[in-house]
């Protein structure tokens, strides 16, 4: 009887060969059916709900014009055409890239060097924990009102100080570069913790005979930093440089709570100008192949940046 | 090479609680090949990383020959060690592994090539130094990692640390014998750390038996499984370990188990014997190896009634458990001998090869019970 019953659940999709054939040996007349699937059934409807059906309606307003519900035209590629030659949008693109650019630059090196840096045992270890993990902890909007008010030149305290005790003239409602200055280091304030945090436990996970026989060899400490913990960092780093890529490249609440994309251009990235484009001005066709085209380079890169850190450890 | 000595070296991991490492005094002969062999928690790593100096002793001093290194670091002590898992720079290839400790005591680079190339040709990995390290298996990699110790001059001592344990069983013997060859090569004294005692015995010229922090007895294989100094030893040595029975020494001096006087005791060394000295009268345990207790009558002196409770066959011997006295003992027998259970049977303890144990440790042997109280002097 328990035989039997074994040979049942063995019938569902998926089971393993052996399985199988240990059913098949012991009950010779097997039933077979595809009740599994319906098992399936909840995954497949959440994700239509919540992926594919909203995604195909972008892809379906990125192909037409439309007027009104009852109104529309189809236009094929045109408005991806559009998107792609606005020079508005290239600028965005390429200012995002390097904004990108930059955060990986900073946040890696310094939360390596971060986690590095945190004790290793004691009662250390959960105080660095806590403070490391603090700015994770703040909603996106709030760190852009923190910063916001912070770097104001008239009541914000980094703002005051830089202007009153370095004697530097900077206001990032004014000058781009001060805008541009205050966005990065708002996300590196931000994320660094992340790709510290992730490092850190890379870095707890390295047998300690590492450390011994790199003693014994008379190693110094920036060789075992090289040779032992970087090496063994690969993993846990292709995914805080995956991570940071994307979250960086299509980062939107901070920037738009501190400059809202201001002064002029000067921290709009991709993200604010596409919701400029679908909310502000309500061009559903363009903000659809826009979105299409942004989403399409996310994954390209990311792909691109996987496999290089991948391969390259072989 | 040098002597390593340890004077009076303890070591405890909760400030002096409990020792992780009984303060002892022992010495390391150069040249020679030990193994370290004792259960998991005995105190055998912190005794190595003691030697090589990636712990400090709680109370003690160290020195290699008369150099005092106790508070020498690890890197200035010239000791190789090798890990339960093969520790390498795994980006690195072969060769860059090899000279990495030489690079970093900034080794003149034709002295390094030199070195490395010796090396290399010792350990037969002349094909292998262009290949970056992690894509070696698991047993070359192993060798890699003695390597890199080896290739300083002047080490003052190979320390390995189980480091076959990650190695396939059939590549296990190959290497062992690999190891055998390069202490025979270099000559350098040689600390093997295992918990498997096959390894140990066919492995040293002298095993040392760690318990609980202690070195309990060190000798040959052979003398450790022919007469063990401390009852720790007679169970942790030899496949099923050593027999032991509760028994009583008379105020006559003879040794009793129940009812039964098996034999004299004798004192444990043959000076106390010939002095004829012999452990007083009191509770004893008699310890005897399944391989020496003799099943089967002797119509003059039958010895110790026991009761067959079961055999198991392991094809060239069988071993036949038996009951003496309520105590569970094991007796070696040839695949012929025909013990059934239920039988009741006679137990003998041959005089050589029986010893007396108080507090686990020996303190006498057993004579036939009619021989002289002092035995022949000699054991």
């Known amino acids: 009887m328990s035989e039997q019953s074994t040979a049942v659940a063995g019938g569902e999709a998926g089971t393993a060969a052996t399985t199988k054939e240990a059913a098949d040996a012991q009950a010779p007349v097997k039933p077979k059916n595809n009740r599994a699937w319906f098992l399936v059934l909840p995954v497949v409807v959440s994700v239509a709900f919540t992926a594919v059906i909203p995604l195909m309606t972008v892809v379906n307003f990125s192909v037409q014009d439309v007027f009104s519900p009852d109104d529309r035209i189809f236009v094929g590629l045109e408005w991806f055409r559009s998107v792609a030659r606005d020079p508005e949008v290239r600028a965005a693109f390429v200012r995002t890239l390097i904004f990108s650019a930059q955060v990986l630059l900073l946040e890696i090196p310094l939360g390596v060097a971060l986690a590095v840096a945190m004790p290793r045992r004691g009662v250390w270890v959960s105080v660095a924990l806590v403070l490391v993990a603090l700015p994770l902890l703040i909603p996106w909007n709030v760190v852009g009102t923190i910063w916001q008010i912070f770097a104001r030149p008239d009541i914000g305290l980094g703002g005051w100080a830089i202007n009153n005790v370095l004697g530097l003239d900077f206001n990032y409602t004014l000058d781009s570069t001060d805008a541009w200055i205050t966005v990065l280091i708002m996300d590196v304030w931000h994320w660094t913790p992340l790709v510290a945090l992730l490092a850190y436990a890379g870095l707890r996970s390295i047998p300690q005979p590492y450390f011994q026989a790199a003693q014994i060899d008379g190693a110094s400490a920036w060789a075992v930093f090289r040779h032992i913990q970087l090496p063994r960092l690969r993993g846990v780093l292709t995914i805080a440089i995956l991570l940071r890529f994307m979250d960086s490249f299509m980062i939107y609440t901070e920037p738009f709570v501190v400059t809202g994309g201001g002064p002029g251009n000067a921290t709009s990235f991709l993200s604010i100008l596409l919701s400029k484009i679908a909310v502000g001005q309500f061009d559903l066709g363009p903000a659809g192949a826009f979105s299409l085209l942004y989403f399409l380079f996310v994954q390209i890169l990311c792909y691109v940046f996987f496999t290089v850190l991948t391969r390259s450890g072989r | ?379």
């Open chain 2, 1 to 379: 090479m040098a002597d390593i000595r340890l004077e009076g070296v303890g070591h405890s991991y909760d400030g002096g609680r409990t020792w992780a490492l009984r303060p002892m005094t022992w010495t390391w002969r150069s040249s020679r090949a030990y193994a370290l062999l004792g259960p998991s928690g005995c105190g055998k790593t912190t005794l190595l990383n003691i030697i090589s100096g990636l712990i400090s002793p709680t109370v003690g001093r160290v020195f290699f020959d008369d150099r005092e290194v106790t508070a020498v670091p690890t890197a200035g002590r010239n000791i190789a060690q090798v890990f339960q898992f093969p520790v390498l720079y795994e980006e690195m290839s072969v060769y860059d592994n090899l000279a990495f400790p030489l690079r970093n005591r900034k080794v003149p680079k034709p002295e390094i090539d030199r070195r490395v190339r010796r090396v290399s040709e010792l350990l037969g990995l002349d094909d292998q130094l262009r290949r970056r390290s992690r894509r070696l298996d698991a047993g070359r990699q192993q060798i890699v990692s003695l390597g890199r110790g080896l290739v300083r001059p002047e080490v003052a001592a190979v320390l390995l640390d189980e480091p076959l344990t990650v190695v396939d069983p059939a590549l296990k013997w190959t290497l062992r014998s690999k190891l055998k060859e390069i202490h025979r090569d270099t000559g350098h004294t040689l600390i093997y750390v295992t918990h498997d005692q096959t390894e140990a015995l066919t492995f040293a010229d002298e095993v040392v038996v760690l318990n609980e922090g202690a070195i309990v007895q060190a000798g040959e294989p052979a003398e450790l499984f022919l007469s063990p100094a401390h009852e720790f030893v007679g169970h942790f040595i030899g496949s099923p370990g050593m027999n032991v029975i509760p028994a009583e020494i008379t105020a006559d001096g003879l040794v009793r188990v129940g009812d039964t006087d098996v034999g004299r005791a004798l004192g444990d060394t043959g000076a106390d014997r010939a002095a004829g000295e012999a452990p007083a009268p009191g509770p004893v345990r008699v310890g005897v190896r399944p391989e020496f207790a003799v099943l089967g009558g002797d119509p003059v002196s039958p010895g110790l009634p026991v009761r067959v409770t079961g055999v198991d066959r392991m094809g060239a011997y069988n071993l036949v458990h038996v009951e003496a006295g309520g105590h569970p003992v094991i007796a070696r027998t040839d695949a012929e001998a025909r013990f059934k259970p239920g039988d009741t049977e006679y137990l003998r303890l041959p005089p050589d090869r029986t010893f007396l144990y108080r507090d686990a440790v020996r303190c006498g042997a057993v004579g036939p019970v009619d021989g002289p109280a002092h035995g022949e002097g000699e054991q």
